[in-house]
């Protein structure tokens, strides 16, 4: 099979224009151009069956972009997902009318507020927006508030954790949606707490919550507002702070009704992003016991053990001048949460597919701790 006499010359007098993309449509079988000068297209005319004529079309511009007679390069295809591609190349994968190519495009490092126009022409799909949105010269670009309104449009049809997180995540970097959309995307997630996941790792600081301060709070800051430049008692002011309430609150209520393993795992992850730098020794590995993390933590607050010792010297000091059991006891919550990872919830997981009531029964061993050490920080449990 060939390309038709009709079809090769209007691909030629196509492809003679200052072309920057090519799409597809395999249903219609029409091939689009963008040009400065806005869209063109023409009508295929196939010879044989419309997949094998549009294999034929994509060989046809490959050769006539790279050259090659070959059709869609192969390498492409493995690095695709990696943001391997070559920058240099970023323009003329646009022009291979191949969805692949594009999605490499996306996804690559040297990707333009240019190209990402480019290809949000050739795909609008919200994978895409995503990866685009990871971009900071995407996102401040006139480009970004479209991908952002494209994926809040489409939010509601998402039925896995991992793309409804990132949407959320994504769209609420600074100036990409407005404060109504903000306020609505909050109130959906108190049923949809996936959703919360994305406000917790995108604005940690600044949640929409009603939480106040810990009860202890003021007293708490009179004791560690001497610790200038201590990132322990930095710390712990933040987690007992109006701020860290929320954070903490929103965290719990996931923790509470999760869906799915998948929202478990991505909370712990985003726990793990935000807490484990607080602790002040090295750890080759995360706990995959809840009594090893009880264990280390125990170790930590007392003075002879080994751990102690071997601790940040800025951890010892603050430690040994506190003399307030109270915080002590925060203290402890602090680095016991400071510990958790998905690597605790691996053997649960690994031995069950349960969702739902039932998985979060199983949990319960892992859980329970995390709960206790949550309504500590959160001044529901005496001191």
């Not at 007098?13 to 963008?34: K, P, S, T, W």
């Not at 994509?58 to 390498?75: A, C, I, M, N, T």
């Not at 610790?227 to 860290?244: F, I, R, T």
């Amino acid at each position: 099979m060939q390309l038709s006499g009709e079809d090769l010359l209007k691909l030629n007098v196509m492809m003679a224009q200052d072309v920057r993309a090519v799409r597809i449509d395999e249903n219609r079988m029409q091939v689009f151009g963008l040009t400065e000068d806005g869209e063109a297209r023409l009508d295929l005319n196939p010879t044989g069956q419309n997949e094998q004529y549009v294999r034929l079309v994509r060989e046809f511009l490959s050769g006539h972009v790279f050259g090659s007679p070959g059709g869609y390069p192969v390498f492409i295809s493995r690095w695709t997902r990696m943001g391997q591609a070559k920058d240099e190349n970023l323009q003329q994968f646009l022009m291979l009318g191949e969805p692949e190519a594009v999605v490499a495009v996306v996804h690559a490092s040297g990707l333009t507020p240019e190209l990402g126009h480019c290809a949000w022409w050739c795909m609008p799909e919200s994978e895409n927006a995503r990866r685009m949105l990871e971009k900071e010269s995407v996102v401040k670009s006139d480009l970004g508030p479209v991908l952002a309104e494209h994926l809040y449009e489409h939010l509601a049809f998402e039925t896995e954790p991992r793309p409804m997180i990132e949407s959320v995540r994504l769209m609420l970097q600074p100036t990409l949606i407005d404060a109504d959309k903000q306020e609505k995307l909050w109130r959906t997630s108190q049923r949809k707490n996936a959703y919360l996941v994305g406000f917790l790792q995108a604005l940690p600081d600044t949640l929409p919550h009603e939480q106040l301060a810990h009860p202890l709070y003021a007293e708490i800051a009179h004791h560690l507002v001497s610790y200038k430049d201590n990132p322990y008692a930095e710390a712990m002011l933040w987690l007992v702070s109006k701020a860290g309430q929320g954070y903490l609150h929103t965290a719990y209520t996931v923790f509470k009704k999760p869906a799915n393993q998948d929202v478990v795992v991505y909370l712990l992850d985003t726990l793990q992003e935000k807490l484990a730098g607080i602790l002040p020794v090295p750890m080759s590995e995360y706990p995959r016991e809840v009594e090893r993390i009880s264990d280390l933590s125990d170790a930590l607050i007392d003075t002879s053990s080994v751990d102690y010792m071997r601790s940040e010297e800025q951890w010892k000091m603050l430690l040994k001048d506190l003399g307030d059991d109270r915080v002590i006891q925060l203290l402890y919550s602090m680095m016991w949460l400071s510990q958790i990872s998905e690597a605790i919830v691996g053997a649960i997981f690994a031995q069950t597919t349960a969702e739902g009531t039932l998985m979060r029964k199983k949990l319960k061993p892992v859980t329970d701790p995390i709960f206790d050490h949550f309504d500590r920080l959160l001044g529901k449990l005496p001191l």
